[in-house]
């Protein structure tokens, strides 16, 4: 296999991203190619205009990830960061103070955005970002695709009683930093999600793929809205490429982030088996043909094979590159033996 494509939210899935590459280029996956390409489409829903910023959590997160610029405690933003600008900004009064914005992520999204008001689409500027992150460790071996170059916002209803309606919609990146998800979203809406159309590259990344992956992002506001996008789904459905997939939720719960309160939201049952049949098997009018699970959760495995779907159950935790590593392969073999 030389070209696989990847589904990819933020942090679940940029670790995801370093095992898989690590795998590939060791040769660690059955039937994959030591050069072969890898295409990231990456999820875009999470961005956020701040500050007259345009901010791309997402990208950012795999772009420096890959590129080992990441912060590796936080997960997100840029290692050996000052917060001078975000001081600065909360000594004007200057809302919001709850996403930070490091001095040294600042210079991106002034990139980022300057490009944008030059006209760029987002793809062409997360290339032109890519080449000081990415190209001179993985030359052409990653390609990072937003899932589309329109402007998607994923928003979330939460209960407010001082509203007339009861209730408030708040921006993603409020629910999940001001508020720690610690509230029910009672619904999620992403703006602007049914008008968009996919970036350049993503259809095709999908149809001449060997493989697609959907790593373990979140499903609802990661992978599920890049399944949004009008035509990515399908594209899913009609692609020569097998497609496999890995448990977000093991034991039950996420592993970070907050699976767990956007599954709620749409109804569907917080566990390996519950997502496993929410992206639903290719031969049943869903998006997979794989899906590995947790060996915590092989009692899934039952009804997952019952739905027409290919599992197995092995170690999920993303500990080390290795481990990820391995956790790749186990997809693979699953798909292509
Ligand atoms: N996450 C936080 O918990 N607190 C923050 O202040 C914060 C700021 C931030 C800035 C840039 C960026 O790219 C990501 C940032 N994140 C922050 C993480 C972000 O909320 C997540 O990466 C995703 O959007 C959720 O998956």
Redesign the pocket.
Known sequence: MRALTVLS???GGARFLQGLLHGVREGLLPGVDRDAVVTVVANTA?DIWVHGLK????L??VMYTLGEGIDPE????RREETWSVKEELAAYGVEPT????GDR?VATHLVRTQMLEAGYPLSAITTALCRRWLEPTLGEGLRLLPMTDDRVETHVVVADPDEPSGRRAIH??EY??RLRASVPAETVVVVGLDQSTPGPGVLEAIGEADLVVLPPS?PVV?VGTILGVPGIRDALRATAAPVVGLSPIVGGTHVR?MAEQMLRSIGVEVSARGVGLHYGARSAAGVLDGWLVDSRDADALPALHEAGLAAAAVPLMMSDPAATAAMAAAAVDLVTR
């Open positions: 939210g933020g942090m999470d901010v791309c959590p997402d950012d997160t936080r997960g997100w933003g709850w996403f930070g914005l992520d993603f990146q999940w930093v979140n990661s982030g």
